[in-house]
């Protein structure tokens, strides 16, 4: 297996079964920490940078609470309009790196325009985690999600996901690539502007991922083990910020998944994940439903980049 050691986690693309497995191990290992709210010292000599060229609430200040859980600390930015990348000077990608990595041991990146981390990583002589980047990918979003799917069935593999939402986005491109690593077969649905691209498509075809392209979530839904919603009412990943508008508009029904939905057409044991923010796809009365594992979800977003920063930092084998 590759050591983790000083490696950017930039794409799940390459990612071997074997590394998931090592990552959902060590996140087990860590996992006392979050559940406990008991910080340790394993990484008390490391500092985290956190470059977050995006707005976030869940990736940013979970990878940041992980970095305290495990005793390290922490510096960065939320906003690059307070930065010199985001005023008059529009530093460079390239010029801030070599500065960022002098003022911690890891740096985790969100920006607007994909492939900006891995750029990043070309620059750093630290790891670099792409925390997401344009339309390109979120792999700690997708390792998480995987990991809350593991912690319930301790297998990924034969699983049947149905995918709902706007195809272009990151956490579709990196849960592709996750899937054809364990034998799980897909149905995406999305609308048509918003669906797969030709190019995409080869690729997962390439990497034997089994998939079919349905026109609505409700027509496969009996079928799934993983229900996996993204919004199809959504910002610009590849703006910086996208304001509040006054019309939002509606996801139309194809889109959506009701409680109404799960109660007459769901498997018991399916479950239902999003990465989140939500609009209107996903109900808030689907919550209390046997089904909802989204705010489990976003708990082991802190146990899985506690176990990332663990493995990058050399915390751990
Ligand atoms: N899931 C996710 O990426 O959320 P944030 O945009 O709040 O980080």
């Not at 297996?1 to 497995?21: A, P």
């Not at 995918?163 to 897909?186: C, K």
Request: proline share 4%; with cysteine.
């Amino acid at each position: 297996m590759r050591s983790f050691l000083g490696r950017d986690i930039l794409s799940l693309k390459h990612f071997e079964r074997h590394e998931y497995m090592r990552i959902f191990q060590v996140a087990e290992e860590l996992e006392p920490h979050a559940r406990d709210r008991r910080n340790g010292d394993l990484l008390a000599h490391k500092t985290l940078v956190t470059a977050f060229y995006q707005p976030s609430t869940r990736t940013r200040l979970s990878t940041e609470a992980a970095m305290h859980r495990l005793g390290g600390h922490v510096v960065g930015f939320a906003d690059p309009r307070m930065t010199r990348a985001g005023d008059f000077y529009q530093e460079s990608i390239k010029d801030t790196v070599l500065m960022l990595e002098y003022y911690g041991d890891v740096i985790a990146m969100r920006h607007f325009q994909q492939g900006a981390p891995h750029e990043a990583a070309e620059w750093a002589s630290v790891p670099v985690i792409n925390c997401g980047d344009g339309w390109g990918e979120h792999p700690t979003q997708v390792l998480t999600d995987l990991f809350t799917i593991w912690r319930e069935r301790y297998t990924l593999d034969g699983l049947h996901f149905l995918l709902v939402g706007d195809m272009r986005m990151r956490t579709m491109h990196s849960i592709g690539y996750a899937m054809s690593r364990f034998g799980i077969s897909a149905s995406f649905v999305a609308p048509p502007e918003m669906s797969l691209t030709e190019e995409f498509k080869q690729e997962l075809r390439d990497l034997n991922l089994r998939f079919d392209e349905p026109e609505t979530a409700e027509e496969v839904l009996a079928d799934a083990d993983v229900i996996y919603m993204e919004p199809v009412v959504q910002a610009d990943y590849t703006r910086s910020r996208v304001e509040d508008g006054e019309e939002k508009g509606l996801t139309p029904p194809a889109y959506r998944v009701t409680r109404e939905m799960l109660r007459d057409k769901a498997k018991t044991d399916a479950i239902v994940l999003h990465s989140l923010p939500r609009m209107d796809e996903l109900p808030t009365d689907v919550d209390d439903t046997r089904h909802a594992r989204y705010w489990y979800e976003a708990y082991n977003g802190v146990v899985v980049r506690m176990a990332l920063l663990a493995l990058v930092l050399g915390a751990v084998e």
